[in-house]
């Protein structure tokens, strides 16, 4: 199939204001008499609020308003408990602080400088409680209580996951059974066993969060946001203020990045009490060190047994993953019911039980980062299968095609999968056949094999190379909704309203070729309206890469409304019946005679007889989850991204270090509505994961944080970019995707750890099971396994 | 019928923020960068350019864009020349000036201060050419050609007028003819026939015109503007810098005064234009004067000859209307035609021949003040009327209750009228008996009997009493078309999307009310959002009365919808038919079963399982003109504003001033959406009535205007209104129209200046023709009576 405008690489539409520095963000946002907000933060993990005295910040030349638990308290207007799932988190703490970070106070004040030494006028005496900072301890029953009573679920109708345990620190959890995993261990012929880690890791987006509140006095309240989710932070602040939706109005316009750390709420609830407090337009932006503290990756520990039979097939598999979600849930339920659903990776496995817990420490609540928990999984399910190919002899790769899910495959809640089309990645991946793995670090039974073989390998010289594949399977965010309304304007010209945030991943120019497809106009008479919940239709989120899906699809429907009226007005001008005519170009056209058509400006200029006037459509896109409701019809996700990473490095094992030469990721992008912005998502997502794979990693000392910074936290620089870096896709064409398109938004990050692990372990034959893959963690492997040797050794000597 | 918010005076929306000073107007805009324009104007009333040196004012620092017909004519990328309905005017003027204020150049700097001084530095030099200066004069033969070549016509289908006359100075003209003038006549028992004259008048709103635009470095022009017509003014735009209307955004919020001034297209041309020449956002208001020569109300003369029968029925009339538009046609023509066809007032007279044009002069350009023309065709024809039921002896109310328009009814077009209540209004008017004439001044067949009346009433006194009566009838903008989109939020609340401006009239209170009404919502659960031409859906403008009628019926097209949805969504729930459910107070319930029912926000909950999401439906209404176009309804008017005004002076013979005792009007509104907005917009307008009645005038010697300020032009003070003001109305429920409303914002304004003139006639038994009717006047009428007398005196003595 050709298109028009569909498939072609047609420059972003905020490039021009972007390379000239006029795009709109709203750390840029300046109102008058807009005062700044300050946030006074816990300096303990775990500390009871024994008193607040904000007296002296108050006396202060300059401070508009002062926010502690008292005004929350004093305020019956206020629901000022809050969160994205659970309703555990206050405006400011009110009890206790729960990580070092937690919101004590806040101030609004003329200028920053003020408000920052209003806060170190705000005297708090805190009495230290016992704290628990990882998930693994906090799962125990000795772990101290992080929320003592269960908080309020925030979602109106059941979750599809179970809540808080009460009593415990589990926060949510998702038990799957599938099969009978009994019987198919008992069929194996070979169990396995592992367990794998990830750290807390951060999203670093390059604009940090950022707020500006404004109370309208006839108590409408207005927010500009940094925000990948307008409408939710809509709900958050009509709950918390109690008013109707159509009394807050959230506006956003570019997003200077986002993966995740951007949905929910964040600064709005805070910000929108000061301004209300002080009377004025109130602007908080955090520093860096802020960013670092409001939300993280969830560190995890997945520990997987797998049964697999003597010919290569997995037949069972049983999953326990314990999430580190810190000191509040935020949207930490949703990350491991979604990743959970996918833990078994995307292999047809017949037998599989997986328990996914999130659970409460005290450390910065973490929430979802470009991949909703998937990365995490993949670290652990592809090592694993490494190890199971190594052990048994298998070819790795191999292995993975034996056992990938196909279209036609039952996924683990039981529905029919389809327009899946990773084995099409293998094919793409595996074409030129300069990537195969080379084979030093496979089929080794003992270590001193393995040894013999690296040796091989590095051949006299300190440097082995090794090449390595891992792929993936995402869902997206369901049930969920997304709205587009078609405005057509009196010359024929659309603007399109929809609630999806640019978040730089290149949104409006995609769905605005979405758009002039499907009306069949040239692309530069097609606008995207700025999102503004006043006006454009409900979306759930730019999340998940599902905006290319959900709102592609209500594009299409409302198109093809306005379609039938154009049609309807050509008729009678044209004589024809309307199945007889069809758009082209601008124009209705009677079908196999072009020449006979009118403009859409024409047609239009019919309806009143002097001048133009205009057509509006409207069309949604609703997914439902899998089995909800009976009767409904639904889906775990409407679909799937599918994707693999080829890495091939080079280790130095007297120093440990990692050098990238190459690396191919090839993706199922369903079709490729514009191919640059389809490599832009694939590689950036790939650098993302390489990052998180080689360097990335949030220390803490006994909950301090060590490393808030881009200083200490490091994250890929152009010097830490692969030699080669090739992305690819496939399109294969999703069967309900608009125009055969799906989200690609997130699959390259999760193959990237894996695959430059499996690559390490091929030129050096050592597994590092924790992430990130330092060189110390090399070293270390490598001691471990000379330690053993020379035990060997000795036991063979003796 | 009863309806829950419909019929009740629910304060406004926008009176918070208008008595707190925070409502935003353009006037009020300040953007980063902002740049100052200011307009050098011509100081002769026709002139050729010979040459103009800018030089001197580029070099000025601090100035950044000066625009003369150099950059028009060097810039092939602008169609420079535009106008409302004929491209007569150019952005700054290029080979002439046609009347004292005309643009010759701007300039753009960084404050006004030296803007100005850079006008200043602008050398023109000037070749006077011969000038004419009233309607009557340039209608004539010799009169010099205004506009060498007729102007391209820029509506795109046919107009309902005649355009330009090539070789005069008309530049439109209406030709009715209704049934057999000739036989009309010669039927009837008595002829009469009076010439009376209106002079050029001024809006005087209380926000001068002000535009703000700024260039997108993508292309894209937003403009910021006190408009009432934001769509006319993206057509506009979007033609003078060739770019599809979805590049040109118009944004309005507040309106701080319309009256007709801020139709059509102002300086939103120049101001874009030194926008684009400056690279910064430009801001240009005017000051007061030059309000004054921007647009202003046609001077008239209306000549007039009735037939009437023995038995007082109107049998004929002929009408020749000549209309001083000044330099520039702007919306004269629409005026003319408007204003044309009503001519022969709210009288039911089977022979009519109405001649209406629109001539060119050496003045400001005239345009639609508050009644499209009506006001000045009211001063004509029921001055006439009384002095008919004056001279005949018939009472002039029973002369008009005889002969006025009643539902069914065939109008001069040929259509039949319906929800027209005028008859209503006078029982309305005078069910109370003490506001019968005086009488003083009827049933006088000379001067003699009449000065005899006149002493009698004065008794004594310098001071003599009056009271008048008049009526009128007027049309709205038609064809047209408004529409209206619902935005239903996750928690039922809705936004209202509509292109209406709230121009101080209270429309966005008026139409949420029909909105609430619509859905069964109570009002604060209604929105209306901010007009911005990128996402309201198209609207023809905030003229003629239009918006409840077109704006009301659109809501309840697309209420409709919702409706639908919302009951189609609950059926389910409800396990009901849908027929058997209804919508009551935010809630859908079984009909006769109000218990069993779900709230909006439950059954939207629905749609997702887990929160909620929103509904979109868009109404539209559109207008066709009557018999347009074989095969279309329509209409020359889709509802007719009809009303009356009852005033009792007392006027002082010896200086001839006016004191304005009571003033009653009574409309028929159909049904009062707001009845405390709309008795606001019929004292409104009856006060604008009576300062045009009185005072308002402006003057001209040679061209050069003599009083463009308010001190020297008198408005009405809170000194000059009636002692008593009574305002009324009559709902007779319009038979289309939203809940039976209509237009009422024009209405109170015709009759005011002819009921007074009605009550000096009464009082003191003179004619006056000419407004505004000043105590010269009066005491010169008087005077001339006194000379009559005496020279019928005299020659009784001979």
Request: glycine share 10%; charged share 20%; net charge negative.
């Amino acid at each position: 199939m050709t298109y028009q405008v569909i498939g072609h690489s047609v420059a972003r539409r905020d490039g021009v204001e972007k390379v000239t520095g006029l795009a709109a963000y709203t750390s840029n946002l300046s109102l008058p008499r807009m005062l700044h907000g300050k946030i006074l933060r816990s300096p303990l993990p775990h500390a009871r609020i024994v008193a607040i005295d904000a007296s002296r910040a108050r006396r202060l030349p300059g401070v508009k308003a002062v926010l502690t638990r008292d005004t929350l308290l004093g305020d019956a207007s206020l629901t000022y408990r809050y969160g994205h799932v659970l309703a555990d988190q206050a405006i400011v703490a009110v009890d206790r602080v729960r990580f070092v970070g937690d919101a004590v106070a806040a101030v609004a004040a003329v200028d920053r400088d003020v408000a920052e030494e209003a806060l170190s006028l705000i005297d708090v005496e805190y009495e230290e409680l016992p704290a628990v900072f990882t998930a693994e301890e906090s799962f125990g029953p000795a772990a101290p209580l992080i929320h003592e009573t269960p908080p309020e679920v925030q979602a109106r109708a059941a979750m599809k996951f179970d809540g808080p345990r009460p009593g415990t620190n589990i926060c949510a959890s998702l038990h799957i059974r599938h099969g009978d995993i009994d019987r198919g261990f008992a069929a194996a012929d070979f169990i396995f066993e592992d367990t794998y880690s990830t750290p807390m890791q951060a999203h670093c987006p390059l604009e940090p969060h950022v707020t500006v509140a404004d109370w309208h006095p006839s108590g409408r309240l207005t927010v500009w946001s940094s925000t990948q989710m307008p409408f939710q932070v809509r709900d958050h602040l009509a709950r918390i203020f109690r008013l109707p939706k159509s009394q807050v109005c959230v506006l956003v316009d570019n997003v200077g990045g986002g993966y995740g750390a951007k949905t929910g709420i964040r600064l709005e609830p805070i910000t929108s009490l000061l301004a209300r407090l002080s009377g004025c337009p109130v602007k908080t932006m955090l520093n860096r060190e802020e960013v670092f503290l409001t939300l993280t990756r969830h560190g995890n520990t997945f520990w997987v047994r797998t049964g697999v039979s003597r010919d290569g097939r997995l037949i069972a598999r049983h999953i326990r993953i314990l999430w580190d979600t810190g000191a509040y849930a935020d949207a930490g339920p949703i990350v491991i019911f979604k990743a959970g659903y996918t833990a078994s990776g995307p292999y047809n496995i017949p037998n599989v039980v997986i328990d996914s817990y999130c659970i409460y420490t005290n450390k910065p609540p973490a929430g979802p980062l470009r991949g909703m928990g998937v990365p995490q999984t993949t670290w652990a399910y592809e090592p694993h299968l490494d190890r199971i190919a190594a052990e048994l002899g298998f070819d790795p790769i191999e292995l993975r095609r034996q056992n990938i899910y196909r279209n036609g495959d039952t996924f683990v809640s039981g529905e029919t999968l389809h327009s899946i089309d990773l084995a099409g990645c293998f094919d793409r991946a595996l074409e030129t056949d300069d990537w195969q793995p080379l084979g030093y670090g496979r089929r080794r039974t003992s270590p001193s094999k393995a040894a013999s073989l690296e040796a091989a390998n590095t051949a006299g010289s300190s440097v082995a190379r090794g090449r390595g594949l891992a792929c993936a399977l995402k869902n997206t965010s369901t049930p969920s909704y997304s709205g587009a309304t078609l405005k057509m304007n009196e010359d024929g010209t659309v603007v399109l309203l929809t609630g999806a945030v640019e978040i730089g991943q290149g949104c409006k120019t995609a769905l605005a070729q979405i758009t002039a497809e499907a009306l069949s106009l040239p692309l530069e008479r097609v606008r995207v309206a700025t999102t503004n919940t006043d006006v454009v239709p409900f979306d759930w989120g730019t999340i998940s890469g599902r905006t290319i899906f959900h709102v592609g699809k209500a594009i299409q429907e409302a198109a093809a409304q306005l379609r039938e009226q154009l049609i309807a007005l050509a008729a009678d001008v044209l004589e024809a019946a309307p199945q007889d005519l069809e758009l082209a170009q601008g124009r209705i056209v009677a079908r196999g005679a072009p020449d006979k058509g009118i403009t859409y400006e024409d047609a239009l200029l019919r309806r009143l007889g002097i001048k133009g006037s205009g057509l509006i459509a409207h069309g949604e896109f609703r997914t439902h989850w899998y089995k909800a409701d009976p009767g409904i019809e639904g889906c775990t996700s409407p679909f799937w991204d599918v994707g693999l990473g080829l890495a091939e490095v080079e280790v130095d094992r007297d120093t440990g270090k990692v050098r990238l030469l190459r690396y191919r990721c090839v993706a199922d992008v369903g079709t490729a509505v514009n191919p640059a912005l389809c490599r832009g998502q694939l590689s950036g997502a790939t650098l993302m994961g390489l990052g998180q794979a080689l360097f990335e990693e949030m220390l803490f000392d006994n909950g301090q944080p060590i490393n808030p910074s881009l200083v200490n936290y490091k994250i890929p620089s152009s010097r830490d970019i692969p030699e080669v870096l090739e992305v690819n896709y496939i399109e294969s064409g999703h069967q309900e995707g608009p125009y055969g398109a799906k989200g690609i938004g997130e699959i390259g990050v999760a193959p990237a750890a894996p695959a430059v692990a499996s690559a390490i372990h091929d030129a050096l034959g050592v597994w590092i099971v924790d992430l990130p893959i330092t060189p110390e963690k090399i070293l270390r492997a490598l001691e471990a396994r000379e330690a053993t040797l020379r035990r060997e050794a000795g036991a063979g000597a003796g």
